[in-house]
């Protein structure tokens, strides 16, 4: 069973950088497409961006291209997502998630789920 933890949510300005991390164990995290989605209040949860097993391939929601980055390395079994030019709308708990193989831009394809961490952007 893959387990996931994130961390690095908090509270920062519209203008300021963060950098959420995830860290996954009980599986081979090599086999894992993985992603973070995020729900901010009374909203649906959403994809915010995927990236492939060898971290070759990338994707973003429009939302945040250009603004958003995310990685892996998988020696460490860990993924990260590098944040600038944050909005109040990016304002979300924040999940990171797994699935084997392939990326799925569909939520309910994406079977391991961390608790989330929280981002709050104020103006």
């Known amino acids: 069973q893959v387990q996931l933890v994130e961390s690095g949510g908090g509270l920062v300005q519209a203008g300021d950088s963060l950098r959420l991390s995830c860290a996954a164990s009980g599986g081979t995290f090599i086999n894992l497409a993985m992603a973070w989605f995020r729900q901010a209040p009374g909203k649906e949860r959403e994809l915010v961006a995927t990236i492939s097993r060898s971290g070759g391939a990338t994707n973003y929601a429009d939302s945040v291209k250009g603004r958003f980055t995310i990685s892996r390395d998988n020696a460490k079994n860990t993924m990260a997502l590098r944040m600038n030019s944050l909005k109040p709308e990016d304002t979300a708990v924040y999940y990171c998630?797994?699935?084997?193989?392939?990326?799925?831009?569909?939520?309910?394809?994406?079977?391991?789920w961390g608790q989330g961490t929280r981002v709050t952007v104020s103006l």
């Open positions: 998630a797994a699935r084997m193989w392939l990326v799925s831009s569909v939520n309910n394809d994406w079977p391991f």
